[in-house]
């Protein structure tokens, strides 16, 4: 029975860390896998028990079912075909981890994503049944499982009640392998056994467990500012293949040649403002392209963390007929893509297939903020501005005119909107401007005032910037219906707009051609905030500049009085690293003053003997002075079975002390077994006073 205990101590200690990848994967697809690894360990490992002749092939044996067994849950049922299933495993060795690490979280539960987890573990517990059988220390085999541990926080560290609660779980298993395993002590006799292991195993396990608690809440309470820890995540990304299609924008004249050819189709309950394709952030005085980090789309995608306005959720089906597209219909916040594995930016909602050929249908959900009062919004200072470098003297000048030299605010957006409608024309025709550069936009805002939503779009970007709005440009589709099955949307609704960081909503898209807004399709969510926020700017000779928002009153907290501030986090943890020290510092210098004492060379072991007990009794408040002798100690405790141990010691000091020739290694031996003897009768006082004397300091120092 101890055994089988051992046993599931140490699957347990080896499966459960897999389960730490929840963040990643979700409990529901982690679950299936790793029951299975750790029946199909446990079931061989039993066959062996009954079949000693499979010992040598144990760990083989389970590591070929196990591979099987995982491959019945995972593979086959995915569609994986029996003749592909050794390259898909070899897959989940070489590619999986990495490719999970270029997903979005939660990532999705495909078998090229997820073999990682289940394989490690698999390894981990087969390792561990082999160390906790073979090897003589139990505590070894949890290295395996302690390995899959420090890896699931490699992806994504535990924190707060969790790290708690998981160091405590490992912490116990440790402690329940150290209760269960035969090799804890070897006894001298058989009424010595359950003391032995009872007293080894308290003191091996109450350093673990105080480890792990003090250890999680010291980590989460370390760190003041709450950054985000480390993960094997950062900097990972999926590199595009260069581009096989021309930029969305330089196709918007094109597109509106040819009107009627349609591009795409979606059904929605909702009304769609518009769709998206690309989004550009960067420009080098000619040319706009995209920027973003990709990764691959998992299961589901929350509301950025820097839009605290509330959020609706929205879906649509879409089918897309462009044949060669890689960027695909898409919303600037996407939640959730089926049908389709696309790889997504979160931050601007662009979907990219590569490689993609023939049209594709998906379902498409989204997050769509609905602000109150958009109106008086600022704008988001974490945003990036974008280039502003090189911009032409003429075209500066005219950012100042067009927003009354105004600071940066959402109203100063809306008033560069509201110029740009009034002062530029849309063109139309066959005859239309292209292009985007400096020559183009000079042309635009200074010559002509006629362009497409290509140049509207740009222009706008440009003069936002110079004048330090967060600005870049989208370029998709206006949504002519709105809402509806099987709507269709062509050539003639593409359409370039710019959009701006507001805080706390996200990139808000403009529209200075005001295509957008005469599309027909009702206002609903953000698109309908902004249609109250433009009615509600004045004409230009009313504006005013709006009010700064008002200084944090922390900002000036030192101006405000003789104020006390307490600093409690930094208390707490003083306080815990103190406690910390005291509860494992005390017992583990006793343990190490005693093995020193034990092995000093000739009479020295033995005196030292007599220095173990003397400072046992110590800490129990025994009285002592330094004139005593192991005699004397002895005449003043009560306890008969320490009395009996002090007079079996004292004759081994007097032999060590006056032999002359220096004391034999079975007198040293015997010193030693009379200070068991004392702490063995000291131990049938009560629990708590147990405890004040393994945790006295005033024993650690030398008796006065």
Same mark, same amino acid.
């Given at each position: 029975?101890?055994?089988?205990?051992? =046993?599931?101590?140490?699957? @347990?200690?080896?499966?459960?860390?897999? @389960?730490?990848?929840? /963040?990643?994967?979700?409990?529901?697809?982690?679950?299936?896998?790793?029951?299975?690894?750790?029946?199909?360990?446990?079931?061989?490992?039993? +066959?062996?028990?009954?079949?000693?002749?499979?010992?040598?092939?144990?760990?083989?044996?389970?590591?070929?079912?196990? @591979?099987?067994?995982? $491959?019945?849950?995972?593979?086959?049922?995915?569609? &994986? *075909?029996?003749?592909?299933?050794?390259?898909?495993?070899?897959?989940?060795?070489?590619?999986?981890?990495?490719?999970?690490?270029?997903?979005?979280?939660?990532?999705?539960?495909?078998?090229?994503?997820?073999?990682?987890?289940?394989?490690?573990?698999?390894?981990?517990?087969?390792?561990?049944?082999?160390?906790?059988?073979?090897?003589?220390?139990?505590?070894?085999?949890?290295?395996?499982?302690?390995?899959?541990?420090?890896?699931?926080?490699?992806?994504?560290?535990?924190?707060?009640?969790?790290?708690?609660?998981?160091?405590?779980?490992?912490?116990?298993?440790?402690?329940?392998?150290?209760?269960?395993?035969?090799?804890?002590?070897?006894?001298?006799?058989?009424?010595?056994?359950?003391?032995?292991?009872?007293?080894?195993?308290?003191?091996?396990?109450?350093?673990?467990?105080?480890?792990?608690?003090?250890?999680?809440?010291?980590?989460?309470?370390?760190?003041?500012?709450?950054?985000?820890?480390? $993960?094997?995540?950062?900097?990972?990304?999926?590199? +595009?293949?260069?581009?096989?299609?021309?930029?969305?924008?330089?196709?918007?004249?094109?597109?509106?040649?040819?009107?009627?050819?349609?591009?795409?189709?979606?059904?929605?309950?909702?009304?769609?403002?518009?769709?998206?394709?690309?989004? @550009?952030?960067?420009?080098?005085?000619?040319?706009?392209?995209?920027?973003?980090?990709?990764?691959?789309?998992?299961?589901? +995608?929350?509301? $950025?963390?820097?839009?605290?306005?509330?959020?609706?959720?929205?879906?649509?089906?879409?089918?897309?007929?462009?044949?060669?597209?890689? %960027?695909?219909?898409?919303?600037?916040? /996407?939640?959730?893509?089926?049908?389709?594995?696309?790889?997504?930016?979160?931050?601007?909602?662009?979907?990219?297939?590569?490689?993609?050929?023939?049209?594709?249908?998906?379902?498409?959900?989204?997050?769509?903020?609905?602000?109150?009062?958009?109106?008086?919004?600022?704008?988001?200072?974490?945003?990036?501005?974008?280039? &502003?470098?090189?911009?032409?003297?003429?075209?500066?000048?005219?950012?100042?005119?067009?927003?009354?030299?105004?600071?940066?605010?959402?109203?100063?957006?809306?008033?560069?909107?509201?110029?740009?409608?009034?002062?530029?024309?849309?063109?139309?025709?066959?005859?239309?401007?292209?292009?985007?550069?400096?020559?183009?936009?000079?042309?635009?805002?200074?010559?002509?005032?006629?362009?497409?939503?290509?140049?509207?779009?740009?222009?706008?970007?440009?003069?936002?910037?110079?004048?330090?709005?967060?600005?870049?440009?989208?370029?998709?589709?206006?949504? $002519?219906?709105?809402?509806?099955?099987?709507?269709?949307?062509?050539?003639?609704?593409?359409?370039?707009?710019?959009?701006?960081?507001?805080?706390?909503?996200? %990139?808000?898209?403009?529209?200075?051609?005001?295509? #957008?807004?005469? *599309?027909?399709?009702?206002?609903?969510?953000?698109?309908?905030?902004?249609?109250?926020?433009?009615?509600?700017?004045?004409?230009?000779?009313?504006?005013?500049?709006?009010?700064?928002?008002?200084?944090?009153?922390?900002?000036?907290? #030192?101006?405000?009085?003789?104020?006390?501030?307490?600093?409690?986090?930094?208390?707490?943890?003083?306080?815990?690293?103190?406690?910390?020290?005291?509860?494992?510092?005390?017992?583990?210098?006793?343990?190490?003053?005693?093995?020193?004492?034990?092995?000093?060379?000739?009479?020295?072991?033995?005196?030292?003997?007599?220095?173990?007990?003397?400072?046992?009794?110590?800490?129990?408040?025994?009285?002592?002075?330094?004139?005593?002798?192991?005699?004397?100690?002895?005449?003043?405790?009560?306890?008969?079975?320490?009395?009996?141990?002090?007079?079996? =010691?004292?004759?081994?000091?007097?032999?060590?002390?006056?032999?002359?020739?220096?004391?034999?290694?079975?007198?040293?031996?015997?010193?030693?077994?009379?200070?068991?003897?004392?702490?063995?009768?000291?131990?049938?006082?009560?629990?708590?006073?147990?405890?004040?004397?393994?945790?006295?300091?005033?024993?650690?120092?030398?008796?006065?």
């Amino acid at each position: 029975m101890t055994a089988r205990v051992s =046993l599931i101590a140490v699957l @347990l200690a080896s499966v459960g860390p897999g @389960l730490l990848f929840a /963040p990643v994967f979700g409990v529901v697809a982690l679950l299936l896998p790793l029951v299975v690894i750790g029946s199909v360990v446990y079931g061989v490992t039993e +066959l062996v028990r009954y079949r000693r002749s499979l010992e040598p092939w144990r760990a083989l044996l389970a590591l070929v079912l196990g @591979l099987l067994a995982l $491959s019945a849950a995972v593979l086959w049922p995915a569609g &994986v *075909s029996v003749g592909a299933t050794v390259p898909a495993l070899a897959a989940g060795v070489t590619e999986s981890w990495q490719l999970t690490l270029q997903s979005t979280w939660p990532a999705r539960s495909d078998p090229e994503l997820l073999l990682f987890v289940p394989l490690a573990v698999l390894v981990a517990a087969v390792l561990g049944v082999e160390m906790v059988s073979r090897l003589r220390w139990p505590l070894v085999a949890l290295v395996p499982g302690l390995a899959v541990l420090g890896l699931s926080q490699a992806y994504v560290a535990l924190s707060g009640v969790t790290a708690l609660i998981a160091g405590f779980a490992f912490a116990a298993l440790a402690a329940v392998l150290l209760m269960s395993t035969r090799e804890l002590a070897v006894p001298t006799s058989a009424a010595e056994r359950p003391t032995r292991r009872t007293v080894v195993a308290a003191v091996l396990v109450a350093p673990t467990l105080v480890l792990a608690v003090a250890g999680a809440v010291l980590a989460t309470a370390a760190d003041p500012v709450e950054r985000p820890a480390y $993960s094997l995540r950062e900097k990972q990304q999926v590199p +595009l293949p260069p581009a096989r299609v021309a930029n969305p924008l330089d196709e918007v004249a094109g597109r509106m040649l040819d009107p009627r050819e349609p591009v795409f189709t979606y059904t929605s309950d909702v009304p769609i403002d518009r769709w998206r394709l690309v989004v @550009l952030d960067t420009f080098n005085g000619v040319n706009w392209t995209p920027g973003g980090q990709y990764r691959r789309m998992g299961a589901n +995608l929350e509301a $950025s963390p820097s839009v605290t306005a509330p959020t609706d959720r929205r879906s649509a089906s879409v089918e897309f007929l462009d044949e060669d597209a890689q %960027w695909v219909p898409s919303q600037a916040m /996407p939640a959730s893509v089926t049908g389709l594995a696309p790889l997504v930016d979160e931050d601007s909602g662009m979907l990219v297939v590569p490689e993609r050929h023939g049209p594709v249908s998906y379902d498409l959900s989204w997050w769509d903020p609905t602000p109150g009062d958009l109106y008086g919004a600022a704008i988001d200072p974490t945003a990036p501005i974008g280039d &502003v470098a090189a911009i032409p003297p003429e075209i500066s000048e005219l950012a100042g005119r067009a927003v009354a030299d105004m600071r940066p605010s959402f109203q100063t957006a809306l008033m560069l909107e509201d110029y740009l409608r009034k002062n530029y024309k849309v063109a139309t025709g066959e005859n239309l401007p292209t292009g985007s550069g400096w020559p183009q936009l000079t042309e635009f805002l200074t010559g002509s005032k006629r362009g497409t939503s290509e140049q509207f779009a740009t222009a706008y970007v440009v003069l936002a910037r110079a004048r330090g709005i967060p600005a870049r440009v989208a370029v998709g589709f206006r949504s $002519s219906q709105g809402a509806g099955n099987d709507v269709v949307v062509r050539n003639q609704d593409v359409l370039a707009w710019p959009e701006v960081a507001v805080a706390g909503v996200g %990139w808000v898209a403009l529209d200075p051609t005001g295509e #957008a807004a005469g *599309s027909g399709a009702p206002a609903e969510g953000l698109a309908e905030s902004t249609a109250r926020a433009r009615e509600a700017l004045p004409e230009p000779e009313e504006i005013q500049e709006p009010e700064l928002p008002p200084a944090d009153q922390n900002d000036n907290a #030192a101006d405000v009085g003789p104020g006390i501030t307490i600093p409690w986090l930094t208390i707490g943890v003083v306080v815990a690293a103190g406690a910390l020290i005291w509860l494992v510092g005390v017992p583990l210098a006793a343990a190490i003053r005693r093995w020193r004492r034990r092995r000093r060379p000739g009479a020295g072991a033995v005196v030292g003997a007599w220095h173990e007990a003397r400072d046992r009794l110590r800490a129990y408040g025994v009285p002592f002075t330094t004139g005593m002798t192991v005699r004397d100690l002895a005449g003043v405790v009560p306890d008969p079975p320490v009395v009996a141990g002090l007079q079996a =010691l004292a004759h081994h000091v007097d032999t060590a002390l006056w032999s002359g020739t220096g004391p034999e290694q079975s007198t040293v031996d015997e010193a030693w077994s009379a200070v068991r003897v004392v702490r063995r009768g000291m131990a049938t006082r009560p629990l708590t006073v147990r405890l004040r004397a393994a945790l006295n300091v005033r024993a650690l120092r030398s008796p006065k």
